[in-house]
Antibody, heavy 121, light 108 residues
Framework: EVQLVQSGAEVKKPGESLKISCQASGYSFSNYWIGWVRQMPGKGLEWMGIIYPGDSDTRYSPSFQGQVTISADKSISTAYLQWSSLKTSDTAMYYC??????????????WGQGTLVTVSS | EIVLTQSPGTLSLSPGERATLSCRASQSVYSSYLAWYQQKPGQAPRLLIYGASSRATGIPDRFSGSGSGTDFTLTISRLEPEDFAVYYCQQFGGSPMYTFGQGTKLEI
């Protein structure tokens, strides 16, 4: 079974750093792009960026470029999303999801369960 | 940037009724690059439809997708109680690579 398991909820203060993880299982991690999606409280889904673990090729949404860093460690089938200095506006649920890119289309499936990040002084 | 606008924002229906959800793109979207997701409270999104009209594995046939160009539709033929959720459309292409619609809440 293809599965993405994310790290647990985090409570941080503004200015602190954070790295959350997304561990994959059930498929060849290196061969599929993994994306990250933000969902602020009560709001919709926002695509943040995507990484190809095979060669660490990474693409960012212009809205998130320079605000976060996406990385991956293929030796442990894990993707990461990190912040160097959190803001209260980073409070949100963050999802990782595996991209499928085929002649039939591009989509995300499956999704991780989400990691809730709360940033408060 | 391709902007996806979903309508209506909220749709109030009853079990057994037919639901029609719209997703309109600011520029033409290649049909293969349009997907639909369902999200229930406290859960991650779940893929329903990819390639504008192909159902994902395990998705009941009461869910169907259609459309092309800038206008896409998700139809739920006969609503079941478990279908009441928020639905998002998503497109691939351009910059940013992916964008989502703002969602349609389907409520009883």
């Amino acid at each position: 079974e293809v599965q993405l398991v994310q790290s647990g909820a985090e409570v941080k203060k503004p200015g602190e750093s954070l790295k959350i993880s997304c561990q994959a299982s059930g498929y060849s991690f290196s061969n599929y792009w993994i994306g990250w999606v933000r969902q602020m409280p009560g709001k919709g889904l926002e695509w943040m960026g995507i990484i190809y673990p095979g060669d660490s090729d990474t693409r960012y949404s212009p809205s998130f470029q320079g605000q976060v860093t996406i990385s991956a460690d293929k030796s442990i089938s894990t993707a990461y999303l990190q912040w160097s200095s959190l803001k209260t506006s980073d409070t949100a649920m963050y999802y990782c999801a595996r991209e499928r890119a085929t002649p039939s289309g591009n989509w995300f499936d499956p999704w991780g369960q989400g990691t809730l990040v709360t940033v408060s002084s | 940037e391709i902007v996806l606008t979903q309508s209506p924002g909220t749709l109030s229906l009853s079990p057994g009724e037919r639901a029609t959800l719209s997703c309109r793109a600011s520029q033409s979207v290649y049909s293969s690059y349009l997907a639909w997701y369902q999200q229930k409270p406290g859960q991650a999104p779940r893929l329903l439809i990819y390639g504008a009209s192909s159902r994902a594995t395990g998705i009941p046939d009461r869910f169907s997708g259609s459309g092309s160009g800038t206008d896409f539709t998700l139809t739920i033929s006969r609503l079941e109680p478990e279908d009441f959720a928020v639905y998002y459309c998503q497109q691939f292409g351009g910059s940013p690579m992916y964008t989502f619609g703002q969602g349609t809440k389907l409520e009883i």
